[in-house]
Each structure stands twice: as structure tokens, then as C-alpha cells.
């Protein structure tokens, strides 16, 4: 297993993503959205922050604590206009 490097929202933006998906299990994808689903209603109703596992483009490990805004279907949105690739996404706790 990889080192989880922890790392503030509003470093994110420097990071590069990579082009496939980190989970290729079509099962664990289909978990990471409905997680990821959750997590948007945990963060709108309750502000209800959440771990976000992902990994870059140079495989490197990162873990955020945030809470998610939006879920699109590229795209998840945090606060202050910070996007994280959803293919990048490990796991959602």
C-alpha cells in the first residue's frame, strides 16, 4: 500500500490528474458514486465533512478531509471552486 499523504483543499489545484480510472472494478466505480452521492447530501444538509482518498498523475496518494458541494459526472466540487477528478478518487470515508 501506498503512503496517504495529507493535504489541505486549497493545495489541490497544483495537482495533476491521470487519464484512467484508479478503480477498474466497474462494482467499486458504482460504489464510489453512490459514496460520493452520500457525501454531497452529508455536506449540503448537514456540512458534514468527509475523507477523500485520490490519486495523481505521478501515483501519488493524497487524503483530504472537505466537505463535497456538487457531484457531476467528470467532476466533484468541494468549497471555494476546487475540482477533483472523479476517476482520480480512491475511496470516500
Keep these: 500500500m501506498k503512503t496517504i499523504i495529507q493535504i489541505q483543499k486549497e493545495n489541490i489545484p497544483q495537482l495533476q490528474f491521470g487519464k484512467s480510472d484508479v478503480l477498474e472494478n466497474p462494482e467499486d466505480q458504482k460504489k464510489r458514486m453512490t459514496d460520493l452521492y452520500r457525501s454531497q447530501t452529508l455536506g449540503n444538509l ?29 467532476f466533484i466540487s468541494l468549497k471555494g471552486g476546487i475540482f477533483i477528478l472523479i476517476r482520480a478518487i480512491i475511496a470516500v470515508d
Design 46 to 74: 448537514l456540512q458534514s465533512k468527509v475523507k477523500l482518498t485520490f490519486e495523481t498523475s505521478d501515483q501519488m496518494v493524497y487524503q483530504v478531509e472537505t466537505t463535497v458541494w456538487a457531484v457531476g459526472t467528470d
